[in-house]
């Protein structure tokens, strides 16, 4: 028997929300979704992430704009920028290493703050529809990255890893189908061609789904999706502006 409660409900009807109402988000429903974010597992209690809630239209207004001019970060009540941050734990550590060799700039370090970053935000995530709301990630924040950290005032050692808009539903997509599961759990090693065979099936399953979604206008299978995107370069300028920001420098 499959197991169930409401907590695996909850997740199961998760899908991206573009369409929100005129309706505020409280400081209270703030404070306990960037609460719930923060119990988050973190790699060695580093924690090594800040959240910049954006309220005030004009700002809203120019984020959309370097994010690809979607126009749901305008119109979500609330819009998270979620940042990996090592500057807090670098200036708070200066004073106890008395000139120690210090290692905040590694890419190990880039890697366990993006990582930390990714979890709080998906712990935020399942809070926020717990509670009657609705997001969508907005990895479009990276599309003019230095422009966007520099509006937002982020110092070295912080970057912009994605968005969150945030506000109550006022239209839902379908659930978007996933790959089977046999695709992507391995059992005691990697199984290389199960998981790319499994995809053939998936592609018929999405398939269906774009028809049903664009009303027959598309059938594009998953497989020539990700052909395509992989087929277009994006967002070549990471690397540069990591570095610039003092990332990656060991």
Not at 10 to 27: A, E, G, I, W, Y
Not at 197 to 220: F, H, I, L, N, S
Request: hydrophobic content about 40%.
């Amino acid at each position: 028997m499959k197991p169930n409660n409401e907590t695996l409900e909850l997740l199961n009807r998760h899908t991206s929300v573009r369409q929100f109402q005129d309706k505020p988000v409280s400081d209270e429903q703030l404070a306990a979704i960037i609460g719930a974010g923060q119990m988050a597992s973190t790699s060695s209690n580093v924690q090594a992430y800040s959240v910049i809630a954006v309220t005030e239209p004009d700002l809203k207004a120019r984020l959309s704009k370097l994010s690809g001019n979607q126009a749901y970060i305008e119109q979500c009540p609330v819009f998270l920028v979620w940042c990996a941050d090592l500057y807090r734990l670098r200036e708070i550590s200066g004073p106890h290493l008395q000139g120690a060799a210090s290692y905040e700039g590694s890419t190990e370090n880039l890697i366990v703050a993006t990582v930390d970053v990714a979890l709080a935000a998906q712990n935020a995530a399942v809070a926020a529809e717990s509670l009657g709301l609705g997001i969508v990630y907005i990895g479009g924040v990276r599309n003019n990255i230095a422009e966007l950290s520099e509006l937002l005032g982020l110092p070295e050692l912080v970057y912009p890893v994605f968005g969150m808009c945030l506000g109550y539903p006022a239209g839902v997509n379908g659930i978007r189908p996933r790959l089977p599961l046999q695709a992507v759990l391995h059992h005691n090693g990697y199984q290389a061609d199960a998981s790319v065979e499994q995809v053939k099936a998936y592609d018929e399953v999405t398939r269906d789904y774009m028809r049903q979604r664009t009303g027959g206008q598309k059938d594009t299978p998953w497989s020539e999706m990700m052909a395509g995107r992989l087929a277009q370069p994006s967002r070549l300028q990471m690397k540069e502006f990591l570095l610039q920001k003092g990332f990656m420098q060991k």
